[in-house]
């Protein structure tokens, strides 16, 4: 199984980013998608999920509203829209898959994961 994170880089507060996680070696539909966060100094912290159906999401409070995910699987791949971006968003972000088709929020529950791809959002 492979998670290859893309679409990071380096933007203005206020921008909006998309990145991308396309998965191999897996049955996508049967896999629960999640975002996940590092900022420097910090550990890593739960951002979106996504069941494998695509039809039920849940969102970290910090991004509600302006951060939503999707997915595609035709395509194997997941998406992550962010808009409104902030400072304190800047981190390396990572996709991961959960087998059993749920979303899932904490970390434990997920069995593969992305290498990541860095977010920095100047202010």
């Given at each position: ?14 921008d909006?980013l ?65 808009n ?40």
């Open positions: 199984v492979q998670l290859q994170a893309s679409g990071g880089g380096l933007v203005q507060a206020g909006s998309r990145l991308s996680c396309a998965a191999s070696g897996l049955t996508f539909s049967r896999y629960g998608m999640g975002w996940f966060r590092q900022a420097p100094g910090k550990e890593r912290e739960f951002v979106a999920t996504i069941a494998g159906s695509g039809t039920r999401t849940y969102y970290a409070d910090s991004v509600k509203g302006r951060f939503t995910v999707s997915r595609d699987n035709a395509k194997n791949t997941v998406y992550l829209q962010m409104s971006l902030k400072s304190e968003d800047t981190a390396v972000y990572f996709c991961a898959a959960g087998v059993g088709g749920s979303y899932y929020v904490l970390q434990p529950s997920y069995n593969y994961w992305g290498q990541g791809t860095l977010v920095t959002v100047s202010s």
